[in-house]
């Protein structure tokens, strides 16, 4: 079975700052990889996936992730950081198949004024 | 399109009831799963099926049956609800395939007492 580790159950930024949310995974394969977002009392959203094509890739409200097949890694990233960013994100990895997700414990995003 | 529709969003029951989550998606997708969101814990799956007729056992099957009639409804059945069954459910669709995101609806908060 795969897994996936994030870095940081909490983590806090500053308005305007930059946004680093870590996320690693454990696979000989290379992986289909997704981050999601949830807002409170919502269900999960897509932000973006990886499915092998570029190894950068964008996502909606300015988020980006880069997979490193070197590093088992897929961090997403955002230059800048909004108040409306505040949520719970959600690194997952997919198996082939699509038969099932793996998903991450979740890091709690708060960004201060 | 609605998506995946659960309903209700919040429930109270005592322990020994029984209750019924309900689950409907409209985008035609064969794949359907239910999670359980516990803090810290992340997502687990409970039970998911790939096509009508089709159920199978997730990471977290105990005290949960499904059910699976048509491509649209896939209820979750609490058969006697104990109160480490509290939590919040999201039922997930998807295309089964790798490279498919999977599509939550907006989760139903369970409470038993």
């Known amino acids: 079975a795969q897994s996936v580790t994030q870095l940081g159950s909490h983590v806090s930024v500053s308005e305007g700052a930059l946004v680093l949310l870590r996320c690693n995974y454990s696979?000989?394969?290379?992986?289909?990889l997704f981050w999601y977002v949830q807002y409170p009392n919502q269900g999960l959203q897509l932000l973006l996936k990886?499915?092998?094509?570029?190894?950068l890739v964008k996502g909606i409200n300015g988020f980006e992730a880069e997979f490193k097949k070197s590093e088992t890694s897929f961090h997403l990233t955002k230059p800048s950081a909004h108040m409306s960013d505040a949520a719970e994100y959600f690194c997952?990895?997919?198996?082939?198949?699509?038969?099932?997700?793996?998903f991450g414990t979740g890091t709690s995003l708060t960004v201060i004024p | 399109n609605a998506g995946v529709t659960q309903t209700p969003k919040f429930h109270i029951l005592k322990t020994g009831q029984s209750m019924t989550l309900q689950c409907a998606q409209d985008?035609?997708?064969?794949?359907l799963s239910w999670y359980r969101q516990d803090p810290g814990m992340g997502l687990r799956r409970i039970h998911y099926?790939?096509?009508?007729?089709?159920?199978d056992k997730g990471e977290v099957p105990d005290g949960y049956n499904v059910s699976r009639s048509n491509t649209e409804d896939f209820p979750l059945r609490l058969e006697s609800a104990a109160p480490s069954q509290t939590s919040v459910y999201f039922c997930?669709?998807?295309?089964?395939?790798?490279?498919?995101?999977?599509?939550f609806g907006e989760g139903s908060r369970l409470t038993v007492l």
């Open positions: 997930a669709s998807g295309l089964y395939r790798g490279d498919g995101e999977l599509f």
């Open positions: 696979s000989s394969v290379p992986p289909y």
């Open positions: 990886y499915t092998s094509a570029a190894t």
């Open positions: 997952a990895v997919s198996e082939l198949t699509g038969n099932q997700f793996y």
């Open positions: 985008m035609n997708h064969g794949y």
């Open positions: 099926s790939v096509a009508a007729g089709i159920t």
